[in-house]
C-alpha cells in the first residue's frame, strides 16, 4: 500500500506570494493533518480535515487555510507568504477522525518551502 | 496545558552501546503516546505507541518504550544501537478529550559513533 505522498517536496517562493502544497494520503484513509516543522519551534499542529470538512485548527494566522476533496486529498494554501513561513510542511494521515480515537497517523516526506 | 518534554536535544552514543531517550508528558486524563523518527530530509516513521495495556510497548527496528504513569514519562530504548539508528526523534502525545491535536516533544539528535 503506498503511503502518503506530498508534492512538491521543494518549493522556493518570494514574500508576498502565495503557494499550494499538496497531500494524498494513504488509501482508505479519510482524516488529514498538517504539520509545520521548524528549527525553532518544532513540530507544530496547522489543522485537521475529514470527510472535506475542518475539524480541529492550530494557532496559526489566517493566511494558512486548507480543504480537502471527496477522495481525501488535501491542499494547503499560505497567501501573503512571510521569511518566517519557511519551513518543512508535513502532512499526516489516518483511517478515521483522530479526535479522541486511536487511529495513528502516518506521515509524508513533506514539502520544504524556502521563502526569500 | 498539555506539554511534552524530552530534556536531551543531542545524544551521542557508540555503535553496540545502549540507548535510552527520555520523554515526558504532561497529560491530565490517560495519553495516547507515541514515538517517531525522522531521518534527514524526511517525514516522520511511527516506531511504536502506546494506548492502553502492558506498559512496556515494542516496536519497530528493536526500539522498546515503557509507560510509567507514576513518572508521566514513556522512555525510549534500544539495547545496541546500530550507525543507521542516527536520526532525530520526536516523542508525541495525543489527546483523547475529543479535541484532537498532536502534540510533539522537540526531539532528541542522535549521533551513533562508529
Known amino acids: 500500500k503506498a503511503g502518503v505522498t506530498q508534492t512538491p517536496r521543494y518549493l522556493i517562493k518570494t514574500r508576498g506570494q502565495q503557494v499550494t502544497l499538496s497531500c494524498s494520503p494513504i488509501?482508505?484513509?479519510?482524516?488529514v493533518s498538517w504539520y509545520q516543522q521548524t528549527p525553532g519551534q518544532g513540530l507544530q499542529f496547522l489543522f485537521e480535515?475529514?470527510?472535506?470538512?475542518?475539524?480541529n485548527k492550530g494557532n496559526f494566522p489566517g493566511r494558512f487555510s486548507g480543504r480537502q476533496f471527496s477522495n481525501s486529498r488535501s491542499e494547503m494554501n499560505v497567501s501573503t507568504l512571510e521569511l518566517g513561513d519557511s519551513a518543512l510542511y508535513l502532512c499526516?494521515?489516518?483511517?478515521?477522525?483522530?479526535?479522541?480515537?486511536?487511529?495513528?497517523?502516518?506521515f509524508g516526506p513533506g514539502t520544504r518551502l524556502t521563502v526569500l | 496545558a498539555q506539554s511534552v518534554t524530552q530534556p536531551d536535544i543531542h545524544i551521542t552514543v557508540s555503535e553496540g552501546a545502549s540507548l535510552e531517550l527520555r520523554c515526558n508528558y504532561s497529560?491530565?486524563?490517560?495519553?495516547?503516546l507515541f514515538w517517531y523518527v525522522q531521518s534527514p530530509g524526511q517525514g516522520l516513521q511511527l516506531l511504536l505507541k502506546?494506548?492502553?495495556?502492558?506498559?512496556l510497548v515494542q516496536g519497530i527496528k528493536g526500539f522498546e518504550a515503557e509507560f510509567k504513569r507514576s513518572q508521566s514519562s514513556f522512555n525510549l530504548r534500544k539495547p545496541s544501537v546500530h550507525w543507521s539508528d542516527a536520526a532525530e526523534y520526536f516523542c508525541?502525545?495525543?489527546?483523547?478529550?475529543?479535541?484532537?491535536?498532536?502534540?510533539f516533544g522537540t526531539g532528541t539528535r542522535l549521533k551513533v559513533l562508529a
Open positions: 499526516a494521515s489516518s483511517l478515521e477522525y483522530a479526535g479522541g480515537s486511536t487511529d495513528t497517523q502516518y
Open positions: 488509501s482508505g484513509h479519510r482524516s
Open positions: 480535515y475529514f470527510s472535506e470538512t475542518q475539524r
Open positions: 497529560y491530565g486524563a490517560t495519553p495516547y
Open positions: 502506546y494506548f492502553s495495556g502492558d506498559t
Open positions: 508525541a502525545v495525543g489527546e483523547t478529550s475529543g479535541t484532537y491535536k498532536y502534540i
